[in-house]
């Protein structure tokens, strides 16, 4: 079953439990937690602290994605009892194989992403070790940017890729989805959609939840 992850990035931070109610109600399946520093990405978010506040105000499993340099030393930072997925940047990781295995020591599905210029190559010899794979359809650190056509092809070829080698990591494509190209997204392959601004800069956050959810199942 295909799965929706709205970003906490484009919520109203002065509001944020009641917006994640409200996708939740919506039928959401994660929360997608978008953690810059400022460094790996030219913006600053925010980190565990934001992310911990929500601990018992939903019962929503976390999407952290990690746009940080030198991951391994924040990652047990990020796990709470809702964390379900960590994902880093394979660009950010000088030793790829073993963040990923200190992030499923940890209990949490491990997941790495590339961005737009980043081939599929890199990710040859990590693909049978990863729980996922995201796709990045914008250049990573601003929410509201258009999405990158060229991700198609790449969330397509990937899925070959998985069926080709009988591996079962899910695929998650992040960035610019909106209510009018997610049918291709999802037809392309993928399994977890992420949408920021498309679902938060809305005047009904728990119906776009849903209009969104009707199109990718
Ligand atoms: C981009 C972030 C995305 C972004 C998605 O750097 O990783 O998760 O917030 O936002 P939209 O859906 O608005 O492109
Ligand atoms: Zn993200």
Same mark, same amino acid.
């Given at each position: 079953m295909k799965k929706l992850a709205?970003?906490? *990035?484009?919520?109203?931070?002065?509001? *944020?439990?009641?917006? !994640?109610?409200?996708?939740?109600? =919506? =039928? +959401?399946?994660?929360?997608? !937690?978008? !953690?810059?520093?400022?460094?790996f990405v030219p913006n600053i978010t925010y980190g565990p602290v934001v992310m911990k506040s929500l601990l018992g105000k939903t019962g929503l499993p976390f999407d952290v994605h990690l746009m940080i340099e030198n991951p391994d030393a924040f990652l047990e930072d990020f796990m709470t009892p809702n964390t379900e997925y960590i994902t880093v940047h394979q660009e950010a990781c000088t030793h790829l194989n073993r963040t990923i295995q200190h992030i499923k020591s940890l209990g949490a599905k491990a997941g790495v992403s590339i961005n737009p210029a980043t081939t599929l190559a890199t990710l040859d010899y990590v693909l049978e070790d990863v729980d996922m794979v995201l796709i990045m359809s914008v250049n990573p650190g601003f929410g509201g940017q258009k999405f990158i056509p060229s991700a198609l092809d790449k969330i397509r070829a990937l899925d070959e890729i998985r069926k080709d080698e009988g591996l079962n990591f899910e695929i998650e494509i992040d960035g610019g989805a909106n209510l009018d190209n !997610?049918?291709?997204?999802? +037809?392309a392959g993928t399994d977890i959609i992420v949408a920021g601004s498309a679902v938060f800069k809305t005047a009904d956050i728990e119906e776009t939840a849903k209009q969104f959810i009707s199109k990718i199942r």
């Open positions: 709205p970003s906490i *990035l484009s919520a109203d931070f002065s509001k *944020l439990a009641e917006e !994640v109610a409200a996708i939740e109600r =919506g =039928g +959401a399946d994660l929360i997608h !937690v978008d !953690v810059m520093d400022g460094h !997610v049918q291709e997204i999802a +037809a």
